[in-house]
């Protein structure tokens, strides 16, 4: 019923949320090889210059991502995937270093940053009592993506080459993807029934601005949280190259690792949206961290490529919290009024973990400290930093019970 009823606009964010792939880092790392062959660039300036352009992104996604708040989904996403497909077109054309930077800052803009961000603000604003499910239904098309473009992608590199698989992906953003999207959304959604298309107020009965909640205490102590997926999921995928060679693995006896990432961020997504719905966002927090941190330890000491399916497996159950729980702990807390500019704020934050993972670990490399030593860090720091994550849950909880007439039913 819940989708029939609501397929058109599911089917937007869906949409969103797949195409992001275009900018996301597993999909540019499938051109890392070539890329540094062609500019003549090293682990650490390959991640230096990706660094870069991905804090230029999110410095500009910050400045930007209110939009979402001010102009009709209708209208903003169309342009964006304009912008989107141009970026492509400079990956294809590039001759120089400074031409794929800049390529590559509007990519990041356009696929980590807008497209996502886009996705989420528009269920998070679009639906309240069921927010959980459509969230997780909409963030099905990151999993879609991370299991379709890849063999499309490797296929078509080995047919037309690395340049004319990025002009293939500009044809496709302008030819197919911004008329569906145009088709979706020409209709602004102004739904009825009970807990949708309404304003929500979040804590303390309050329409919360950025500026206001960025002094509340709440996104302070989200910093780490929010930055540790996002870095430890980007840093795996940028040198699954390193990590082939260091452990002997082939890219192809890797390739399963793709699908048991999908499989898992899709089960978790949709597990962390009933919860989410059912016990209250917060509580997703006190979990949130621990698969990620044995999945990343375990890339240290396995030697067979079934241990890297495994590992990937449980990063991926990280991600698909991760996806459920932002989408609706933002509107939970801070109100739906402001959504967009919250959000850009959140994933401003986001972006730039995935910005200062590749930088610093390819500096690392370039140093002599592989990535799989890195490895055992970076699950030490997630297993840490759930003990914080229990705190948060614990005083968070007891301000949405003060602010909640029926303690036992969490917004």
């Known amino acids: 019923m819940f989708l029939r009823h609501n397929l058109r606009w599911l ?14 880092t597993w999909f540019i790392s499938l051109f890392a090889g070539a890329i540094k062959a062609e500019h003549g660039l090293t682990d650490g300036s390959w991640g230096s210059l990706y660094t870069i352009a991905t804090l230029s992104a999110a410095a500009l996604m910050f400045w930007r991502g209110s939009l979402a ?34 390529a590559l800052f509007l990519l990041r803009f356009c696929g980590q940053g807008m497209f996502s961000h886009m996705a989420m603000t528009a269920m998070g604003r679009w639906f309240d009592a069921q927010r959980g499910k459509a969230v997780s239904i909409a963030n099905l098309g990151h999993p879609a993506g991370e299991v ?15 340049r004319l698989s990025w002009a293939g992906v500009a044809l496709v953003l302008v030819l197919a993807v911004a008329p569906l999207i145009w088709v979706l959304l020409r209709n602004d959604r102004t739904p009825s029934g009970q807990g949708q298309g309404k304003l929500t107020t979040g804590l303390r009965g309050r329409h919360w ?3 206001a909640a960025a002094r509340h205490w709440l996104l302070p102590a989200l910093l780490p949280v929010l930055l540790t997926p996002g870095f430890i999921g980007t840093v795996v995928f940028f040198h699954q190259v390193h990590i082939s060679e260091v452990k002997g693995w082939t890219l192809t006896a890797m390739a399963p690792g793709y699908s048991a990432f999908a ?31 044995i999945g990343v330890a375990l890339i240290g000491p396995v030697e067979q490529v079934a241990g890297w399916y495994v590992a ?7 991600q698909g919290t991760a996806s459920a729980l932002w989408g609706v702990l933002l509107p939970l807390a801070y109100g739906t009024r402001h959504l967009g ?16 993972g590749p930088g610093i670990t390819g500096v690392l490399i370039d140093r002599g400290i592989e990535f799989p030593a890195q490895s055992l860090v970076m699950g030490g720091w997630c ?10 849950d614990r005083h968070l909880t007891r301000e949405l019970k003060a602010d909640d007439p029926q303690p036992d039913m969490l917004r």
């Open 312 to 318: 990937l497996g449980f990063i991926g159950m990280t």
């Open 263 to 293: 499989t898992t961020t899709v089960v978790a997504a949709f597990l962390a949206g009933w919860a989410a719905d059912r016990f209250g966002a917060q509580r997703l927090l006190t979990v949130l961290l621990l698969p990620m941190g």
């Open 341 to 356: 500019a919250i959000r850009s704020l959140a994933t401003t934050i986001i972006v730039i973990s995935t910005a200062i």
């Open 383 to 392: 297993i840490l930093l759930m003990i914080g994550c229990i705190m948060i």
């Open 209 to 211: 601005t950025r500026q």
């Open 69 to 102: 708040d001010t102009i009709a989904l209708s209208r903003l996403a169309p342009a964006v995937t304009g912008l989107f497909a141009l970026a492509a077109l400079g990956m294809a054309l590039a001759q120089s270093v400074w031409v794929l930077g800049i």
């Open 148 to 162: 379709i473009v890849p063999v499309l992608t490797v296929l078509g590199i080995a047919v037309m080459g690395w």
């Open 11 to 24: 089917s937007a964010g869906f949409l969103l949320t797949f195409v992001s792939a275009f900018g996301q």
